[in-house]
């Protein structure tokens, strides 16, 4: 009976939707990990996660006992009683939903009841209506990796839309692979996928080819919007060529074998991309232990004047008052960004943490866009990215301080290539007020940098 219960959950499938949720939770992370938090997060997933799969069994045991690759499941094998198994499947996803929601925040608990209740009730029956149901499963289907970066960073903004881009094209493919390897069985069962009302394949080969085009730009803006690197951009995207040369061997020869090399080839695809995903962020960090090069020395720039400027407490604060003696580290964003702004703000929270048992370390951000990055607007902000009061300022006022400063004094638009007020520079200011280093925001090595010219000018007379 527990190995048959067990079963009712598809451990196969659950593996890798926990490896797509930890990967959300790696991009969704905004200062040190959390290891209970994510323990929290793999465990109420995977709970809701096999509820849901035991649901939908229970939901289709009929179903099942007509196709030779599911007859032998729990349910329709009279293994477990359909009974037994709707009040197993309950337990696992009420659990599943309040240990996200109590575990880690009400969000990733609401996510991961959407996820449920959208496959059960929207997906499933759509299956013996209309072959868009595959459209309608893409939906929840692509959830997890959402709900471990929400479980993270305790919203849901670009970087987390990219991700669940990603999983929502791959299931394209995949599932339309499936559903012609087994058009027979789901016939017999009355499930109307693509490949059931349109047995001769053509249309299925297709979509999925189509598909596969998609998902190549689609598995780029991990790099675009600054998650990842050059590695990752590469990797991704000699990936995407290789699951599209699978598509397009079923488009010219449609076979059960080239529909399995489309599926096989999916199953592959998406643990590499993870893969390279981490790889690309991880082995900068490496890189900079190993070379050394957070060592390497300050130089000397501008030195920055006083000014005055409205922080996002709503007091207006000189840089005199609170940044005069102290060691900070400037950046330059708008909170209505979708592009990098998130990214930097994460890893300025992550400087943040790195950084926190020194009391002579301030964070600056100015918003270059103060016409609607009002104090109210910068403070949730602000709460948002975890800044700690007093040690984290967020700053509007006039545009025309705010530029001459990005301008002027740190001369962004000639640094690295940029192009406007806006950056993705982190830049370093001693107790002297003097600017000494720029550090890339979108480079994971840059951080560790960061942190080490930090430290290098505390020591540094004041």
């Keep these: ?29 905004r200062g040190e990990w959390s290891w209970m938090a994510l ?89 013996r209506k209309s072959w868009h149901s595959t459209t309608v499963g893409a939906v929840p289907g692509a959830m997890p990796p959402m709900i471990g970066y929400a479980a993270a960073a305790g919203v849901v903004d670009a970087p987390a839309w990219a991700l669940y881009a990603i999983l929502f094209v791959w299931q394209f493919p995949h599932f339309y692979s499936i559903a012609w390897m087994y058009r027979d069985d789901y016939s017999r069962a009355g499930i109307r996928m693509l490949p059931v009302v349109e047995p001769d394949g053509a249309s299925t080969a297709r979509h999925i080819l189509a598909f596969l085009l998609l998902l190549i730009p689609v598995s780029l803006t991990p790099s675009l919007l600054s998650m990842t690197g050059t590695l990752y951009l590469a990797g991704a995207l000699v990936m995407g060529l290789y699951f599209l040369r699978a598509g397009w061997r079923v488009a010219r020869e449609k076979s059960l074998m080239n529909a399995r090399g489309v599926l096989l080839a999916s199953v592959v695809y998406l643990p590499v991309l993870y893969g390279l995903m981490v790889v690309d962020v991880g082995s900068a960090v490496l890189l900079v232990a190993a070379c050394g090069r957070s060592r390497e020395p300050l130089e000397s720039f501008n030195t920055v004047p006083d000014f005055t400027l409205t922080a996002d407490s709503g007091e207006e604060l000189t840089a005199s008052k609170v940044l005069s003696g102290k060691v900070w580290v400037a950046n330059f964003i708008y909170t209505t960004c979708p592009g990098p702004c998130p990214r930097t703000s994460r890893q300025m929270g992550l400087v943040q943490s790195k950084l926190a048992g020194e009391p002579e370390v301030r964070l600056v951000s100015f918003t270059v866009d103060p016409e609607n990055d009002s104090p109210a ?86």
């Design 1 to 29: 009976m527990i190995a048959a219960l067990i079963e009712l959950t598809k451990p196969r499938i659950t593996w890798l939707i926990l490896l797509s949720t930890a990967i959300g939770y790696f991009f969704g992370v």
């Design 377 to 462: 607007a910068l403070s949730a902000y602000a709460k948002r990215y975890g800044a700690e009061p007093g040690r984290w300022y967020f700053f509007t006022g006039s545009r025309d301080v705010l530029h001459k400063l990005s301008r002027d004094v740190f001369m962004l638009h000639s640094v690295g290539g940029q192009s406007a007020d806006h950056s993705t520079r982190f830049v370093l200011v001693d107790r002297k007020g003097v600017i000494r280093k720029y550090y890339d925001s979108t480079e994971a090595s840059a951080i560790d940098g960061l942190v080490a010219g930090v430290k290098t000018a505390l020591k540094e007379p004041g």
């Design 39 to 127: 323990f929290h997060t793999m465990l109420g997933t995977a709970l809701i996660a096999s509820g849901t799969a035991a649901l939908n069994q229970w939901y289709e045991w009929d179903a099942d006992a007509l196709m030779a690759r599911t007859r032998n499941r729990p349910i329709p094998s009279g293994r477990v009683a359909r009974g037994t198994a709707l009040w197993f499947a309950v337990a696992l996803s009420v659990l599943g939903f309040f240990e996200l929601a109590l575990g880690v925040n009400w969000l990733t608990g609401w996510l991961g009841l959407f996820t449920l209740a959208s496959y059960l009730f929207l997906y499933t029956p759509l299956k």
